[in-house]
């Protein structure tokens, strides 16, 4: 028999021997989410985790350096927690359909799971479930009241611990702030400052304009190669992935947990995970309704598919996504290689701009590629982008003055305030020589052509574009003059 037909007729039977069980009242292991005091599966909500779930200790003892001083800092951070896109907040927004046919199922069907269906708190929890009629379209990605708050007390912690560089009177010549051109990065900005320097001191604040090509905080805008990149194609390890059977048995629980006879589609299910981590982002105190129709292991499922979306698109799955930062990578080298100043060095972005810097550096890189094929060998992954990168994170790459070393300069990256150990500084204290040498392919280089070399064809792409953009940008803005 041709491998190709039996793999079909083995994934058709696979399929009818869920729907078998659902029939037969079986689901998944039995939880309540609302009795859970631990709730763990809320630092695995891959790009949507809130940043307090999975941020450092805040004794600070990760930044005492015995006989060293901090001298310098230099933050890459992404905006705190927002609101959806449009197009997200169009169909969350219409979960109230959806919500009231599972409390049908319950109790009017009846036709809950015998094993594994939700209890009585997590039903009741999801029937109090309202969407918020405030969050329009028109506020769409806007930071929210949590994310202004993780910014200005990832500031005041930092101030805490730093003292000597970040200093809680602004002066122009000692800070240097800049953020893209998106609310969200900019009130991140503000909502920093403010933490430094108390409340509406953005007001006094100095930052540089607008650049027209911000190879800095969004490289990505100007490649056009990494735009073409097709992560969620046919053939890719994504796409593979949801046509997997973790994928399709997960479809079949989470269906049969909220009392349906037939699977959801995957969107249905993709828009209940998204109602759930945004609505635990915005209430880190309070239990997320739509939270309550998954357990654990399928959390776990979700997250991976994400995971292996931004591996390929921004991570370690690409040769080209180690280079798209290498104006960032040379900025902090530049700005933690002498003493002058500024001290501080803040950057607000996006999770894109995380990913891709924290690739160039090699940060959160395993042995192994992230497949579809090895998802439960990779349990303890170290691309976990809940972990990485939540919203609000940051990597603080913060040099010391250590007198009585041989090698006075030293270097830790603290990433969302959690030393990163590479395995070539120890135990994360790293000595400034070899992180210059480390990363000495950024500075031997043009960044303005290596970021978007992919070699061969492509790079003619990212010459056209290195040109074009500045130019129409140029255009537009004479138009509007």
């Avoid at 069907?109 to 015998?114: A, E, I, L, N, Q």
């Amino acid at each position: 028999m041709d491998p190709s037909v039996l793999t079909c007729l083995i994934g058709v039977l696979f399929v009818v021997v869920l729907i078998d069980a659902q029939r037969r009242g079986e689901c998944c292991q039995d939880y309540c989410y609302n009795s859970d005091d631990e709730r763990q599966q809320s630092a695995h909500f891959a790009s949507k985790t809130s940043y307090l779930v999975v941020k450092g200790p805040e004794t600070g003892k990760q930044y005492v350096v015995p006989n060293c001083n901090p001298v310098k800092i230099w933050i890459y951070s992404r905006h705190g927690t927002r609101l959806p896109e449009s197009d997200t907040i169009s169909r969350l927004s219409q979960l109230g359909d959806l919500r009231d046919e599972i409390i049908d199922n319950y109790e009017k069907r009846h036709s809950k799971p015998t094993i594994g269906q939700m209890c009585e708190a997590d039903l009741n929890l999801l029937k109090e479930w309202q969407w918020n009629r405030n969050i329009t379209a028109n506020y769409s990605e806007y930071l929210t009241v949590q994310g202004w708050d993780e910014l200005k007390f990832l500031a005041i912690r930092f101030q805490r611990f730093f003292p000597n560089i970040l200093e809680n009177i602004y002066d122009r010549e000692k800070f240097l702030f800049r953020y893209t051109n998106s609310q969200r990065t900019e009130a991140s900005y503000k909502a920093f400052v403010e933490g430094l320097f108390g409340p509406n001191a953005y007001q006094h604040v100095e930052v540089p304009p607008l650049p027209i090509n911000d190879t800095l905080l969004r490289p990505y805008d100007y490649c056009l190669p990494y735009e073409n990149k097709r992560s969620k194609g046919d053939g890719s390890e994504y796409k593979k992935f949801l046509k997997s059977q973790t994928i399709t048995q997960m479809l079949s629980d989470v269906s049969a947990r909220l009392g349906y006879k037939y699977p959801l589609k995957l969107q249905q299910v993709t828009d209940m995970f998204e109602m759930c981590r945004y609505d635990q982002a915005w209430n880190i105190d309070r239990p997320s309704p739509w939270c309550s129709a998954f357990t654990p292991t399928q959390i776990n499922d979700l997250e991976y598919m994400e995971d292996l979306q931004k591996y390929y698109k921004s991570g370690f799955g690409s040769k080209l996504n180690s280079r798209i930062q290498c104006t960032a990578v040379n900025d902090m080298l530049h700005h933690l290689d002498t003493n002058n100043l500024p001290k501080t060095i803040a950057y607000f972005t996006h999770s894109k701009s995380m990913l891709l810097l924290l690739t160039a550096l090699q940060a959160a890189k395993d042995s192994d590629s992230l497949r579809a094929d090895n998802y439960y060998s990779m349990s303890q992954r170290k691309w976990r982008t809940s972990k990485i990168t939540p919203f609000a994170s940051n990597l603080a790459v913060v040099k010391y003055d250590c007198p009585n070393e041989l090698e006075r300069d030293k270097v830790i990256f603290f990433l969302n305030e959690i030393p990163i150990f590479f395995d070539w500084c120890k135990v994360g204290l790293c000595n400034w020589k070899d992180v210059k040498q480390r990363y000495k392919e950024f500075t031997e280089v043009n960044c303005d052509k290596y970021f978007c070399d992919d070699s061969g064809a492509s790079s003619i792409f990212s010459t056209i574009v290195s040109v074009l953009v500045p130019l129409t940008s140029i255009i537009f803005l004479k138009l509007m003059t």
